[in-house]
């Protein structure tokens, strides 16, 4: 009992992996052997000429998807270098491994505090997986700037617009890693995401140039009476000083008297030194 019922489960595993075995190895079948045994014949008689269709130059940022009667042939893609494909049952797609920037256009986005702006953006990506690239998306570059444009409105739809002012690199740098985590299934690592403008209308401009006039003043009134109450703290402490000291206080007049002198070129009328009128008075009486 026990091997029957362990018999249709090994040929079901044996069937399975028989399957698995001829995906890998790209298995197919004898119409395609057959097809492909009359290209590589046709192409076979008719060297040299078949070598301009047979042979392609792949550049060193490059790699090229080959496919064979619809599959893709070896699971990896080929180049740099030369390739060998065969006339009618080979297709190749060439794919460029640089980076690739693009601008995202300007998207009119309404923020957490309600605030319609303008943003505009550029990503810089590259394809790290060819046949992923091919095989798994219809056309990846396309994709990847509808979804860059998406992620940017969904994002900053959520900010409110101060945080977007001010935390420029944080924003991006969230939208970097969802890109990445979204396009990696596509062979696809987004490097960098930069925001490049922020576009407000032209009443919130003047309302915020209004806002920050306003704080600027109040500052400069704080720092104005701030010095101010310093200087009288400084003058009451010197008028002490120098009300405990008469010759200090003889001294700071003729220091006033020869800045006066030294600053305009005029006549200057000043009275007696005190002192002087105060030793005439007591001899008077």
């Given at each position: 009992?026990e091997l029957?019922m362990q018999?249709?489960i090994t ?6 992996r028989e ?5 890998v190895?790209?298995d197919?079948?004898?119409c395609?052997?057959?097809i ?10 008719m060297?040299?000429?078949s070598i301009?269709f047979?042979?392609?130059v792949i ?6 998807v080959?496919f064979r009667l619809g ?6 893609a080929?180049g740099?270098g030369?390739?060998f494909?065969?006339p009618?049952?080979d ?6 491994l640089r ?6 256009p300007?998207q ?8 319609t702006?303008?943003?505009d953006?550029?990503v810089?990506?590259?394809i790290?997986n060819a046949?992923k690239?091919?095989a ?5 570059h396309?994709?990847?700037h ?8 969904n994002?900053?739809?959520t ?6 002012l ?9 939208i970097?890693?969802i890109?990445?985590t979204?396009?990696?299934q596509w062979g696809?690592?987004?490097d960098r ?5 922020v576009?407000l ?6 309302a915020m ?7 600027r003043?109040?500052r400069a009134?704080?720092v104005a ?17 120098i ?7 003889q001294l700071?007049y003729l220091?006033t008297?020869n800045?006066i002198?030294?600053e305009h070129?005029?006549t200057?009328v000043f ?5 002087m009128?105060?030793t ?6």
């Amino acid at each position: 009992m026990e091997l029957d019922m362990q018999a249709p489960i090994t040929k079901e595993k044996r069937g399975s992996r028989e399957e698995f075995v001829d995906a890998v190895k790209g298995d197919i079948g004898v119409c395609g052997w057959v097809i492909l045994i009359l290209s590589a014949f046709l192409a076979a008689i008719m060297f040299p000429f078949s070598i301009w269709f047979c042979v392609k130059v792949i550049k060193e940022y490059e790699r090229a998807v080959v496919f064979r009667l619809g599959r893709i042939t070896s699971g990896k893609a080929k180049g740099p270098g030369l390739i060998f494909v065969l006339p009618c049952t080979d297709t190749f797609i060439k794919v460029d491994l640089r980076v690739i920037s693009f601008a995202i256009p300007p998207q009119e986005i309404l923020t957490k505090d309600s605030v319609t702006t303008n943003v505009d953006g550029v990503v810089y990506y590259k394809i790290e997986n060819a046949i992923k690239s091919v095989a798994n998306v219809n056309n990846v570059h396309l994709a990847t700037h509808q979804l860059a444009q998406t992620t940017l409105r969904n994002i900053l739809g959520t900010q409110t617009l101060s945080s977007i002012l001010s935390n420029r690199e944080e924003i991006a740098h969230n939208i970097q890693s969802i890109l990445h985590t979204a396009t990696l299934q596509w062979g696809v690592r987004v490097d960098r995401v930069e925001m490049r403008d922020v576009r407000l209308p032209v009443q919130m401009q003047r309302a915020m140039a209004a806002e920050a006039e306003a704080v600027r003043e109040a500052r400069a009134k704080v720092v104005a009476a701030e010095g101010e109450m310093n200087a009288s703290r400084a003058l009451k402490e010197a008028s002490i000083v120098i009300s405990e000291s008469p010759a200090a206080l003889q001294l700071r007049y003729l220091q006033t008297l020869n800045t006066i002198a030294a600053e305009h070129n005029s006549t200057i009328v000043f009275p007696l030194p005190i002192d002087m009128l105060q030793t005439l008075f007591h001899k008077n009486k």
